[in-house]
Structures are given as structure tokens and as C-alpha cells.
């Protein structure tokens, strides 16, 4: 056992020692999954003196002083465990994840991961209106981060250990195995290769296996009424809901980044520390939550409601409309939390609205309008995750409905080709690209932000090395790159300047001279690009 754990440190496991590690981490993905929903529970509980918070918060029970205290208490608690465990001060999320897949070999930072998850439990847990999935995502990834540093996988291996947490967490969170995986893939890895496609597989499967053992075999909403197209007829009805539902998932989306952009210019304006930040974000959640309760938390109880038609027209805008601003509320606020159940949310209740508006004008041709609900709840999650294929799967597996599939398809088609012509692709790529991260565009954009400009350079003195005295005249004329920056920064000189080598220094003080490195060469930069570029193909058509 020993010799086997040196030969796997040393040179990465083998085919089937990779499907036991992906089995092992997909049970503990699950189980993060599992016990990350029993802790909000817990903590809801504690904080909120009531066994189920959503119940409560829709009746209206809890007293106004504690539904207005808590949120503060957990948004002050957030701002300084993200202080004291957090470089940045932000919550981390999937597009963390999806950057680490993309750029770190399947990496995350352990100690930041670990205080993002706690301070999404302790949102969650405290009237934060956000989703619990996100968080149980980004922890898998943390943990399947620190098992790839274990066994020094490389960098494929490491993406496939991520996608595998990934697959995990995410069946695990909604009964959801054939969703989960197709979830690693479409929107993590960004690619269905075939080599990592049965250990995603086996973890997505292992994920199911836990939550089914702590929950049951059920679906996480079950749908009262009969959701039977009446007519072809009527399919066209599901185009413009789709179209709806895109542009409602834009202003979600948009909302959110205006609000954490709003943050911003108020901290700079009043000097407000980051680690205030979620406390101001959680006493206007509670605010809000005093006059509409329902705001509080994950959201499930809403949505299942607006899944059974028990809002009218007028209930179900409003809480659409409450739901936006709150959810833009916590995350610009910082608070953390995933972004998934609120448009699950959003997208039920607005399904619902255009559902009777629909039935109302031609009720001789229509369905149900809980049909129009579900279509809705898949349309408005699959234009803000941008993943309309793992999006429409779990609406299937969430309902356990598979009769309605045309009609959740027209929906999620529409509403994400507009969605994605207004944001970068998704919520997490326009997250990612609001960091100067340029994964949307493939990469073909990124790959060059990978590169060192001191690792490609040729130095001073070197084989095949620029003169000195070359260098030290482009350099007086300000043309030289800093050592410390990267081929996207230099690769865009070389078209401007025209030239075959940009000298590389580092620049000293005020009174301190440049020091001269060596030379960057166009033809090197590209060498590195083109090898960069074969492979990634090679991995996503492995």
C-alpha cells in the first residue's frame, strides 16, 4: 500500500485508481451536499426559534424584531469572518470554480473556500436570499483541489477530479444524477470529452446514492396539477414565454451587478469598511423580509407554491419583483450564497403570471397553467446558469415530469439565445469577465494571461539573446515589457511596434534605474501560445 500511494503521488493514478478516487469524492461531495441543507436547518432553526423557516416566514408567524435583527447579526458576522479569512473580502461561488477549472489545473484556495462556504451557510441561515447550491459546489471544489495537490494530479486530472465534486454536489442537492453530470460538463469544464465523462458519471451517481439515503427517493417539488399540452397550438405561447423569461434573467443578472457596483461607489464615497458591507445588506433584507416574509431564505416553499398555481396574477408579480431585489440585495452586499434557486424561483413565478394571462385570453386551446410555470422555472435558471441542457434535465428530475419536455425545451431555447446576447454567455463568465478573466470567448481570449513573460523570454546572455545595447535603446524609446506581466499584455506591443523582440525589465524606484532580464521574442510567445492551444483541443476532444 505504501509503494502504491509513492507510485501514485509520483506519476498520477491510474485509469481505475482515478474511477475509485471519483467515487470517493463523490460521496463526499454528497455528503458536503447534505449536511451543508441540514445545517441551514439547524442554524434557521436556532436563529429563528422554528423548525421550517419558509413555512413560518409565508404565514407571516415570526416576530418583525427578529425577522429584521437577524439578517444584521448574520451580514456583520459574514463581513468579518470574509476580513480575517479573505484577501479580496468576497464571498467565492461556482465562477470561482469555473476559473480554477479553466486557468488553476482544477485548483482552489483552500483557506478562503473554507470561510466562503461558512459565511453562505451563515447567509443562508440567516435571511439571506440566495441559493444553497453554489456554495456546496465551490466546497467540492475545494475539496477535490486538495485531493488533486495530494496526488500531484496534473492538470487534466485535476479539471476531471473538479468535474467529478462538481457532479457531486450538484445531483446530491437536487435528487438530480443524469442533471448533475451534464452540469460538471456543460458548465464547469466547459466540454463533453470522453475521458472524463464515466468518472463525472460515477461521482454524480455517488452523489445521488447519499442524498437518496438522507432524503428519500423523491423529487424536491411535486407538481399537484396535470401539465398535458392540450394542443400543438399552443407551443408558440412557450416561445414568447422564453423570451420573457431571457429578459427577466437579464435584469436579474444586471440587477445584481448594479447593486455590487453601487456598493462599490458608496464604500468609496463614505469610507465604509468591507467587513460593514453585509450588515448594511442585511438590514434592508430585513427590512423588506418585516412586509414580505417570503424573501427569507432558499425560497423552495415559493416555488413549490407557484409550481401548484396557489399565487394569483397580482402575488405572483410581486414576489417576482421582491425576489429580483433581493437576491441583487444580497450578493452585492457581499453576503455569498449561489444564485440557482433564486432563479428557479423567479422563473416559477413568472411562468405562473404569463401562464393565466395565457389561459385567460384562450382558454379553449390552453394547458394548465402550471405548465407554463415549469416551463418558466427552466427557462429564466437556464438563461442565468447559461447551461440550457443540464438546466432543462433538472427541471425534469426536480418534478420528476418528463411529459412536458417540448414544452420546457421552446421555452429554455428562446430564453437563453436572448440572455446570452446581452450578458457574457451567463452569470458566472460576465462575473468572471467583470474580473479582466476572459473565459466566454474561449481560450483562444485566456490562454495568454497564463504565461509568464519571465518563463518565455530569452535572458540576458542567453542562446540566441538580443544584444544589450538593442534592448537598452527600445527601452529608452518606452518600449519593453515588465517581467512580472503576461503575453496578453505583451502580444498586443509586438502589432503596434512592429518588432521580432521586446526587451523585458523590472522597473526599480523613483531614483533607481530599469533592470534589464532578457528579451521576449515573437516567435517564442506564439511557440507557447500554439502549444497551449493544441493542448486544450486535445483535452476536449480526448
Not at 177 to 205: D, K, M, Q, T, Y
Request: charged share 15%; hydrophobic share 55%.
Amino acid at each position: 500500500m505504501r509503494d502504491g500511494w509513492t507510485l501514485m503521488r509520483c506519476h498520477g493514478p491510474g485509469r481505475m485508481q482515478f474511477w475509485f478516487i471519483a467515487l470517493l469524492i463523490g460521496i463526499v461531495g454528497g455528503a458536503v451536499a447534505v449536511g451543508f441543507r441540514h445545517g441551514i436547518s439547524f442554524l434557521q432553526s436556532l436563529f429563528y426559534r422554528v423548525q421550517d423557516v419558509e413555512r413560518a416566514a409565508a404565514a407571516g408567524t415570526l416576530p418583525w424584531w427578529l425577522v429584521l435583527i437577524v439578517p444584521i447579526l448574520g451580514g456583520l458576522t459574514v463581513g468579518l469572518m470574509m476580513r480575517f479569512f479573505s484577501n479580496t473580502g468576497r464571498v467565492q461561488g461556482v465562477a470561482d470554480v469555473i476559473e480554477g477549472a479553466a486557468m488553476y489545473d482544477g485548483r482552489l484556495r483552500g483557506k478562503a473556500g473554507i470561510a466562503s462556504a461558512l459565511a453562505s451557510l451563515l447567509t443562508l441561515s440567516s435571511g439571506g436570499s440566495t441559493g444553497r447550491e453554489g456554495p456546496v459546489v465551490h466546497i467540492a471544489g475545494v475539496i477535490s483541489s486538495w485531493v488533486s495537490d495530494r496526488i500531484r494530479a496534473d492538470g487534466i486530472t485535476g479539471r476531471d477530479l473538479m468535474g467529478c465534486a462538481v457532479a457531486a454536489a450538484v445531483s446530491a442537492s437536487f435528487n438530480a444524477p443524469i442533471a448533475g453530470a451534464l452540469f460538471a460538463l456543460e458548465v464547469v469544464l466547459r466540454h463533453f470529452a470522453v475521458h472524463a465523462f464515466a468518472p463525472i458519471v460515477i461521482a454524480s451517481v455517488a452523489g445521488t446514492v447519499v442524498n437518496r439515503l438522507a432524503f428519500g427517493d423523491v423529487t424536491e417539488f411535486t407538481l399537484s396539477t396535470a401539465t398535458a399540452l392540450e394542443f400543438y397550438v399552443e407551443l408558440p405561447a412557450f416561445l414568447i414565454l422564453g423570451l420573457v423569461c431571457g429578459l427577466l434573467a437579464v435584469v436579474l443578472m444586471r440587477s445584481i451587478f448594479w447593486a455590487d457596483a453601487t456598493g462599490d461607489r458608496i464604500q468609496e464615497v463614505t469610507g465604509l469598511p468591507n467587513w460593514i458591507r453585509p450588515a448594511v445588506a442585511g438590514a434592508l433584507l430585513g427590512l423588506m423580509a418585516i412586509g414580505f416574509p417570503r424573501i427569507i431564505g432558499v425560497g423552495y416553499e415559493t416555488t413549490s407554491a407557484a409550481l401548484t398555481g396557489r399565487f394569483l396574477f397580482q402575488e405572483a408579480v410581486v414576489f417576482a419583483v421582491l425576489k429580483v431585489a433581493a437576491v441583487a440585495i444580497t450578493m452585492g452586499g457581499r453576503m455569498g450564497g449561489g444564485i440557482f434557486s433564486p432563479s428557479l424561483m423567479l422563473g416559477a413565478l413568472t411562468g405562473l403570471a404569463f401562464g393565466q394571462v395565457a389561459t385567460g385570453i384562450f382558454p379553449a386551446v390552453s394547458g394548465s397553467e402550471t405548465l407554463y410555470a415549469l416551463a418558466g422555472m427552466g427557462a429564466v435558471a437556464a438563461a442565468v446558469l447559461g447551461a440550457p441542457i443540464s438546466t432543462t434535465l433538472i427541471v425534469f428530475e426536480l418534478t420528476g415530469d418528463w411529459q412536458t419536455g417540448l414544452a420546457v425545451m421552446v421555452a429554455v431555447s428562446t430564453s437563453t439565445a436572448l440572455a446570452s446576447r446581452a450578458v457574457d454567455r451567463s452569470f458566472f463568465l460576465t462575473q468572471l469577465e467583470r474580473r479582466n478573466v476572459h473565459l466566454a470567448a474561449g481560450p483562444q481570449a485566456y490562454l495568454l494571461s497564463m504565461f509568464s513573460v519571465a518563463k518565455v523570454m530569452r535572458p540576458v546572455g542567453g542562446a540566441g539573446s538580443a544584444a544589450e545595447e538593442d534592448c537598452w535603446d527600445l527601452v529608452e524609446e518606452g518600449v519593453y515589457v515588465d517581467a512580472n506581466s503576461t503575453l496578453e499584455a505583451a502580444m498586443p506591443m509586438f502589432e503596434r511596434a512592429n518588432l521580432t523582440f521586446i526587451p523585458v525589465v523590472t522597473l526599480g524606484g523613483e531614483d533607481s534605474p530599469p533592470e534589464l532580464w532578457g528579451a521576449l521574442f515573437q516567435v517564442d510567445a506564439l511557440k507557447a501560445y500554439n502549444r497551449a492551444l493544441a493542448a486544450t483541443a486535445a483535452e476536449e476532444h480526448g
